[in-house]
Structure formats: C-alpha cells, structure tokens
C-alpha cells in the first residue's frame, strides 16, 4: 500500500512537470495572478479563496499531526515524573484526519463549501513498572520496564459548513471573509479498552467530535505580485453550550502570516507562521474516571490552556493546461517554534496539582483540489 502511495505521488509530480512547459511565466500580475501555483493560499489554510458563479470545485485533504510524551508548561516532562501520580503516562499520539471538501460558486463573490471528516486517533501508554508480581504457587516478574498499552478509534468527525464572500473584486488581491458552523457529526460515545476496563469511555483526545455546535469565523486577505504573494489568516472555532456529557472543549484561535515564492507559474514554495492558542476544556463527562490513579489524558485539567508557535514550510504545484487544468497538488508541514502546555489549573488541595499534556512533534497537510 505504501508502495501505490509513492508511486500515486510521482504519477501526479510528472503531471505537473510536463505540463509546465505548456504554460508561460507570467511578466505582469494580471489575469494571470487567478491561474498559477500560488493562487491558492498553503496547504495549511483551506478558507482563502471563492469560486466564479456556477463553478465546482472539489478537494480531498489528509491532515497528520504527531505528538509524543509529556510536557507541563514550556518544560518537559518524564515518565518517572508522570508516574508519582499516574499508573500511565503518555508515549505517542497519532491525530490523522480525511476531508472530503466539495465547494461551489453562488455568485462570483459568494461561495458555500462543506467539509466532511473521517478521524483516526491511536495513542500508546507506558505502564507504571512493576518489578515483581507474587501470586499462590508462582511468581510473575516484567521483563520490561515500561509496557505500552494501545488505543485506537476511527469515525466520522464533526462536518463544517461555510460561506466564504470575497470583498475585493482584483484578481490579485481577495479579501476573505467566512462564516462556518461546525455540526455534532463526530461521536463523543467511543468506547475501548482503559484502565477502567475492556468497554469504557475513551478519554476526551480519542472522542472524534466536539459534541457541540460550533461558530468558525475567518478572515483571510491575500496579496500576489510579479514572483511573490503573500497574505494573513485569522480563524477561530468558538464551542456554544456544553454537549450531552455536560463538558465543552476549549475555544481556538489562530493567526497565520504566510509568504511564497513563485518558482514558475506551476510550482510556488511558501513559509508560514502561525500563533495558535486553545483555552481550557469546561466541565466534566461522569463516565471518565477523573482519578489520579488512571492516567493524565482522562483528567480535565490536562487539557486546553495551550499557546503554540509554529513554523511551516510549503510546496504548492499547479497544472495550467491539458485535461489535467486546474488542478492543485498542495503540500505543507511544520513543527512547532514555542509550545506552553499549561492545562486547566487544579483547585487548591486536588491533587496531583500540576497539568500534563502531549507537545506536538510535526504536522502534516496534504491537499489535491481540482476546480472544475
């Protein structure tokens, strides 16, 4: 399988080779601005442009990100340090999602575009060791001195739905703004094996959904010159009400300052900053053991309260003729610059008293998008 995905890769790369002898590098951003690689903004930023009255377009993006360990604040964190008041502690976490985002054009300003999500979480733990382990007639000894435990869900996520309208009407410049809603698709009910049992309620990173309908505003405004664009994003995601396991997760904002380089009319590479914060997870599910003697991704306070900085790099390709015209390859990762995990704070004499979160290792977005 891996295999079929690099060669699916390299097919699409010639794709894009051969055709960009067909098309001319512009030498003035006219019309031309609205047909080369970085038209589109990076990877990363999915509500940046509108499509003309009565156009289709339609996109499939994958999204990775991977975290691994432990980290209270700017400071990392061991196992031995988890372990004085968990049974587990965190080793790896693999976030992916699939989206699925047909767009199409109302009028030449207006566009409505949906996302559909399918989630995939798995996560391993380290084990609290246990040197030895007596029992009547034997004695059991680990071997190891961290066993991982795994755990895995898959789903539907929450499906958002958009309305984008563009206030400038130059082909070289688009002012973006966008009203979303974030439908309760994704399940908060995902059961698996804990150390509450074999059929439990999964913490709240391996739910696939928010369980609550959610605002998504955004501002998006984009700048391209002879070689060179660039532009800004704002974006939020603003949880309303609690869901039906009387909790909601933290309310998301982002800022994204982004430039790229046009490399030839199909090929453009960018960089992009992104300042990123998550405030603390509200309330409580009753079905979590909040206990300090599970392990840190079931208990509230180690959650949200997160202010991230990161860095990342992207490629945009572009095909200008043949059949294969207008069809965009995006691709864009990063890893994080500054992270500050500080959680919920706990109240006074709680235990354990201080949060536990996994810090974020790389991201991983790649887009192909075709406008019909």
Same mark, same amino acid.
């Given at each position: 399988?891996?295999?079929?995905? *690099?060669?699916?890769?390299?097919?699409?790369?010639?794709?894009?080779?051969?055709?960009?002898?067909?098309?001319?590098?512009?030498?003035?951003?006219?019309?031309?601005?609205?047909?080369?690689?970085?038209? =589109?903004?990076?990877?990363?930023?999915?509500?940046?442009?509108?499509?003309?009255?009565?156009? =289709?377009?339609?996109?499939?993006?994958?999204?990775?990100?991977?975290?691994?360990?432990? +980290?209270?604040?700017?400071?990392?964190?061991? $196992?031995?340090?988890?372990?004085?008041?968990?049974?587990?502690?965190?080793?790896?976490?693999?976030?992916?999602?699939?989206?699925?985002?047909?767009?199409?054009? *109302?009028?030449?300003? @207006?566009?409505?575009?949906?996302? !559909?999500?399918?989630?995939?979480?798995?996560?391993?733990?380290?084990?609290?060791?246990?040197?030895?382990?007596?029992?009547?007639?034997?004695?059991?000894?680990?071997?190891?001195?961290?066993?991982?435990?795994?755990?895995?869900?898959?789903?539907?996520?929450?499906?958002?739905?958009?309305?984008?309208?563009?206030?400038?009407?130059?082909?070289?410049?688009?002012?973006?703004?966008?009203?979303?809603?974030?439908? /309760?698709?994704?399940?908060?009910?995902?059961?698996?094996?804990?150390?509450?049992?074999?059929?439990? !309620?999964?913490?709240?990173?391996?739910? @696939?959904?928010?369980?609550?309908?959610? %605002? %998504?505003?955004?501002?998006?405004?984009?700048?391209?010159?002879?070689?060179?664009?660039?532009?800004?994003?704002?974006?939020?995601?603003?949880?309303?009400?609690?869901?039906?396991?009387?909790?909601? @997760?933290?309310?998301?904002?982002?800022?994204?300052?982004?430039?790229?380089?046009?490399?030839?009319?199909?090929?453009?590479?960018? %960089?992009?900053?992104?300042?990123?914060?998550?405030?603390?997870?509200?309330?409580? $599910?009753?079905?979590?053991?909040?206990?300090?003697?599970?392990? /840190?991704?079931?208990?509230?306070?180690?959650?949200?309260?997160?202010?991230? !900085?990161?860095?990342?790099?992207? *490629?945009?390709?572009?095909?200008?003729?043949?059949?294969?015209?207008?069809?965009? =390859?995006?691709?864009?990762?990063?890893?994080? %610059?500054?992270?500050?995990? +500080?959680?919920?704070?706990?109240?006074?004499?709680?235990?354990?008293?201080?949060?536990?979160?996994?810090?974020?290792?790389?991201?991983?977005?790649?887009?192909?998008?075709?406008?019909?």
């Amino acid at each position: 399988m891996k295999k079929v995905n *690099i060669l699916l890769l390299v097919a699409l790369l010639q794709i894009f080779v051969v055709n960009s002898t067909k098309g001319q590098d512009s030498s003035s951003c006219d019309g031309s601005c609205c047909r080369r690689a970085d038209d =589109l903004a990076p990877a990363g930023i999915m509500v940046d442009h509108v499509h003309e009255k009565g156009k =289709l377009g339609i996109a499939y993006s994958y999204m990775n990100m991977a975290m691994q360990g432990s +980290q209270s604040g700017t400071s990392s964190v061991s $196992d031995n340090q988890v372990f004085v008041n968990y049974m587990m502690a965190p080793n790896k976490m693999n976030m992916q999602m699939h989206m699925l985002m047909p767009m199409y054009g *109302i009028t030449d300003k @207006l566009t409505a575009m949906v996302m !559909i999500n399918y989630n995939i979480n798995t996560m391993s733990m380290n084990m609290m060791p246990m040197s030895t382990m007596s029992m009547p007639g034997m004695v059991m000894t680990n071997p190891t001195a961290n066993m991982p435990a795994n755990m895995k869900s898959s789903g539907l996520g929450d499906t958002k739905l958009y309305l984008l309208y563009n206030f400038l009407s130059s082909c070289n410049q688009r002012l973006v703004v966008a009203a979303g809603v974030s439908l /309760p698709t994704g399940s908060i009910n995902v059961r698996g094996t804990t150390m509450e049992g074999s059929n439990s !309620i999964m913490s709240y990173c391996m739910q @696939l959904g928010t369980g609550t309908y959610n %605002l %998504l505003p955004s501002i998006v405004y984009a700048n391209q010159f002879n070689h060179f664009s660039f532009g800004v994003a704002f974006q939020g995601n603003i949880k309303l009400g609690v869901n039906s396991h009387n909790y909601s @997760l933290g309310n998301e904002s982002s800022f994204s300052p982004w430039a790229a380089y046009k490399v030839a009319s199909w090929a453009s590479i960018s %960089l992009r900053g992104e300042g990123y914060y998550m405030s603390a997870l509200y309330g409580y $599910d009753n079905g979590i053991n909040q206990t300090a003697s599970s392990d /840190p991704t079931a208990n509230v306070y180690n959650y949200g309260s997160k202010k991230l !900085i990161n860095g990342l790099v992207g *490629i945009n390709l572009y095909s200008p003729k043949s059949c294969f015209k207008g069809l965009h =390859l995006l691709i864009e990762c990063g890893m994080p %610059l500054y992270q500050n995990l +500080q959680g919920r704070p706990f109240p006074t004499g709680v235990a354990p008293q201080q949060e536990f979160q996994m810090p974020v290792k790389y991201t991983l977005t790649a887009r192909l998008q075709y406008n019909f």
